[in-house]
């Protein structure tokens, strides 16, 4: 049965039974305690929480994950992957476990045609009732194992929805492993599909450490996951994830990039594996958004694209591997997900550049771990220390890997336990910052679900009103569910009616003001989602005291949101004509919409030309004089995207989207506001490009007042410059660019004179030296010296200098800080002197510290009251040196 068939059945089975089909959300998701979308229920989590009530009671969906924990198995099991489709059916609140267990059984005997006497189920320590329903069901006691909370009990790894589960297992056979069941061996009795019986909440910690159970979630409810990958195998009899249909053109294409076949066993099947199922990850983490970066999401996506190009590498293949392999994802795969094909020229793009700039670093970190196994030599150790290991891979990306073969074929070992220790030390602080923000955020969102259970959302009136008769129907205080907020005080508010809107899709929240019947005012600060469809409005009270229950009126400031609207609807047109003018993979990956000003960020793959930049702003303007409409309506998703809205990255839409049109050109999903014509942003200005990221482009830029704004200080800073100039605006740039190129030659017949000086300086300072020991001694302080010539002088000095040992040593106060400069010979360089070491004393006497490795190095201070004592403690040093070189000279 091909995957396509496996997906069709699974999905025909569930609609069939009533529940609702979900499509795949995003793998970036809308979740702060989540990195990645790692499981099927993620996007109805706030359904689990009671956060939001569902809109169905039964739900079916096949979604797209990203699992990493299990990256180190990739291709040393037959089951493992990184990126998979997990086909589930979930009830929130409506059937719970007597009803999941026969669904399963159900489409896995008779859908799928799968042998029941190959099918064995675990269920947790202590739940009866789920072995019950089996028993009922047909299963024997012989294929029903019970085991542990590590195996079959199901959370995110986070705090969040949990609960028991029971799995079904099915025997590949005896070519596959041990007889015993799924707790003897998991390669044989493969895990192909999970029931989690979701009752609870739990708290911080982990399955080996155990974690609280918070307590029972308000309905009893079904998440389940059958995984396509494991089961495509099973139906295609394939021996791994990498040889069924959704993956072997791939693997393939390694093939033949490696130049022979997939060998199924020993290192290299592991390094085929890897390539092939990591080239799938990397697609689809493209397609939705995210791009490689040092941390984060974007880490996760460079960490499979190095690994890939290492195994690639291992198998031989020196050339570019990652393009023509997502290539082959996207050829195969992309039928069924539209968003590959759609990004197929970013997803080219971002992987050849890395994949480039990958290559650059192994050069690197190979000269460099050659340097550090000939120091490693040099002090007769027979191992690497770990922390140059962990330097190689924290600041130059050189895997460990690579580091333990280099040093192995050196003959030495590499510290890995210093390394592992480094590691960790390193994954410990950044996950207390991370357990302390997810904290922060879990401790919101628990007032915010304490607050929402009694409430309706609030009615949102902002389209269309800047002011509406409310009443307030919560309020937070320092972080609990409050009754009253006194004068003076700051609190959160929840309101029945609200024309304020809430931060979201790049535009900052609405300010304002709340008057309440009874007297009391408030200044609204922000406007925030504390949950899905529940909006929370920041306030300080100015006088008298709000209470739960107080009605009045809201007002939104007015010229605020004008130019947020303004600037946001130039962020759509900006987009439009960013990608007409860049292509189409130039779209938008993340934006921010203030008043009259904007940022827009997208990826893009070199810094946008001055004559680019022209031509997007002349675009974009000439859109705004043409006077579009801008227009706002409502469908179902399948209907927007196949009228061609666009999806930003990291949205989370529903069923029914808005979408907003701006005349003929452009087509966004987007809840934000906007001006009803094109011709109310008035004038749009860039201020200018950057790159922010690997493949990352961002600009600036501003509308209505804000743009005239700028245009008036131009216009002053022209007039004046012109003043100064004594021409006219046109006449400007030709006489500037005149009177710089005279500075210049002025420049360098000064730069000649000063040149000639100070040979003369030299010639003076290296008569004046005196014979110490074997050699010959500066020591002077100077004046009249810049900081950047003070160490060119003490080199020239010492040039003029006859042949044989020699140091010089200048100091100066310079601007209230003191300067030294050391040049030391060449013999005495080759004996091992290096200058830098003339002058660590003496930096350290005027307070500061020394810089340069070799024959020359500078140091300086920030008390030059003391630089004539550091100036002798360097000469005194210099010249015990020259008196060991001439006790050295005589002994020989």
Not at 469 to 496: F, K, N, Q, Y
Request: some cysteine; hydrophobic content about 40%; glycine content about 10%.
């Amino acid at each position: 049965m091909r995957a396509t068939q496996i997906r069709e059945t699974f999905t025909d089975f569930f609609t069939s039974r009533g529940h609702h089909q979900v499509p795949s959300s995003p793998l970036v998701p809308d979740d702060p305690t989540l990195l990645l979308t790692n499981a099927g229920m993620n996007q109805f989590k706030p359904y689990f929480l009671g956060e939001t009530p569902p809109a169905f009671p039964r739900a079916t969906s096949i979604q797209k994950c990203a699992r990493t924990s299990d990256i180190d198995n990739v291709g040393r099991t037959n089951r493992h992957a990184t990126f998979f489709e997990m086909m589930g059916n979930f009830s929130f609140g409506d059937y719970f476990k007597e009803d999941a267990i026969a669904f399963a059984w159900e489409l896995l005997t008779e859908g799928y045609g799968l042998a029941p006497e190959r099918l064995w189920i675990t269920v947790y320590e202590d739940d009866d009732e789920a072995e019950r329903h089996w028993r009922r069901i047909g299963v024997p006691a012989s294929r029903i194992q019970r085991l542990g909370m590590a195996d079959n009990y199901w959370s995110m790894g986070v705090p969040g929805p949990c609960g028991p589960c029971s799995e079904v297992n099915y025997d590949r056979g005896p070519a596959f492993g041990r007889e015993g069941g799924p707790a003897v061996d998991g390669e044989r009795y493969v895990e192909i599909w999970n029931l989690v019986f979701m009752q609870f909440r739990r708290g911080e910690g982990d399955k080996k450490g155990g974690f609280p159970i918070l307590g029972e979630l308000a309905t009893k409810s079904i998440d389940t996951g059958l995984g396509l990958d494991r089961l495509a195998a099973i139906l295609q009899d394939a021996e791994n994830v990498c040889t069924t249909d959704l993956l072997l053109p791939t693997l393939h294409t390694v093939q033949r990039l490696a130049g022979r076949d997939y060998p199924g066993r020993g290192e290299e099947k592991v390094s085929f594996q890897v390539v092939t199922e990591h080239a799938r990850s990397i697609a689809f983490l493209i397609a939705d958004g995210v791009l490689p970066a040092k941390d984060g999401r974007g880490y996760v996506l460079r960490r499979l694209m190095r690994r890939a190009v290492r195994h690639a590498r291992l198998l031989g293949i020196d050339g570019p591997v990652l393009p023509a392999a997502t290539a082959s994802v996207i050829a195969n795969l992309g039928g069924v997900w539209p968003e590959l094909t759609a990004q197929a020229a970013l997803i080219e793009r971002v992987v050849t550049s890395e994949e480039e700039s990958f290559t650059r670093t192994l050069a690197q970190g190979t000269r460099l771990l050659d340097a550090a196994i000939t120091r490693t030599r040099a002090t007769r150790s027979a191992a690497l220390p770990g922390e140059t290991a962990f330097e190689l891979a924290d600041t130059y990306g050189f895997p460990l890997e690579l580091t333990v073969e280099a040093v192995r074929e050196a003959g030495l070992t590499v510290d890995e336990d210093r390394f592992a220790a480094l590691l960790a030390e390193q994954q410990k602080r950044a996950q207390a910052g991370g357990r302390a923000r997810t904290a922060e955020a879990l401790r919101k969102r628990d007032t915010y679900r304490e607050l929402a259970a009694g409430l309706p959302r609030t009615e949102f009136l902002g389209y269309d009103h800047l002011t509406a008769e409310t009443t307030v129907r919560g309020i937070v205080r320092d972080g609990a569910v409050a009754r009253t907020a006194p004068e003076g005080s700051e609190a959160e508010l929840v309101l029945d009616r609200s024309p304020f809107y809430a931060e979201a899709g790049g535009q900052i929240g609405d300010t304002g003001t709340l008057t309440t019947r009874d007297g009391a005012r408030l200044r609204i600060t922000d406007t925030r989602y504390g949950l899905d469809g529940f909006r929370v409005h920041t306030a300080r009270v100015l006088e008298g005291e709000l209470r739960t229950g107080d009605s009045g009126v809201a007002v939104v400031d007015g010229d605020r949101r004008q130019g947020l609207m303004r600037a946001h609807s130039a962020t759509h047109i900006l987009h439009a004509v960013v990608r007409a003018v860049l292509g189409d993979h130039a779209r938008q990956q993340g934006s921010l919409v203030e008043p009259d000003r904007l940022r827009f960020d997208f990826a893009h793959f070199s810094a946008v030309g001055p004559d680019e930049l022209v031509r997007i702003e002349a675009a974009v303007n000439g859109h705004v004089l043409d006077d579009p409409e801008v227009r706002a309506w409502y469908a179902g998703r399948a209907e927007a995207e196949a009228a061609g809205a666009l999806a930003l990255f990291g949205e989370k839409y529903g069923d029914t989207v808005r979408i907003v049109d701006i005349g003929d050109f452009s087509r966004e999903l987007c809840g934000g506001t906007h001006v009803a014509h094109g011709s109310q942003i008035g004038t749009f200005r860039l201020l200018g490009e950057s790159s922010i990221g690997s493949s990352l482009r961002r600009v600036e830029a501003l509308t209505g007042h804000q743009a005239r704004h700028h245009q008036d200080t131009e216009r002053r800073l022209l007039a004046e410059l012109t003043g100064l100039l004594g021409t006219r605006p046109a006449d400007a740039p030709a006489a500037l660019r005149k009177r710089l190129d005279a500075l210049a030659d002025a420049q360098a017949q000064l730069a000649k004179v000063r040149a000639g000086e100070l040979r003369q300086r030299a010639e003076q300072l290296a008569a004046e030296a005196r014979e110490v020991g074997a050699g010959r001694l500066v020591a002077r302080r100077v004046t009249g010296v810049a900081p950047d010539e003070l160490r060119g002088l003490a080199a020239e000095a010492l040039r003029r200098i006859p042949p044989g040992p020699a140091v010089v040593i200048l100091a100066a106060d310079h601007d209230g800080k003191a300067l030294l400069a050391a040049a030391v010979s060449p013999d005495l360089h080759r004996g091992g002197t290096e200058a830098g070491e003339l002058l660590t004393a003496a930096a350290r006497t005027v307070g500061g510290g020394s810089g340069g490795r070799g024959p020359l190095a500078s140091a300086g201070g920030r008390r030059p009251e003391h630089l004539d004592r550091a100036l002798d403690q360097a000469a005194r040093h210099a010249a015990g040196l020259l008196g060991d070189a001439a006790a050295g000279a005589h002994s020989s």
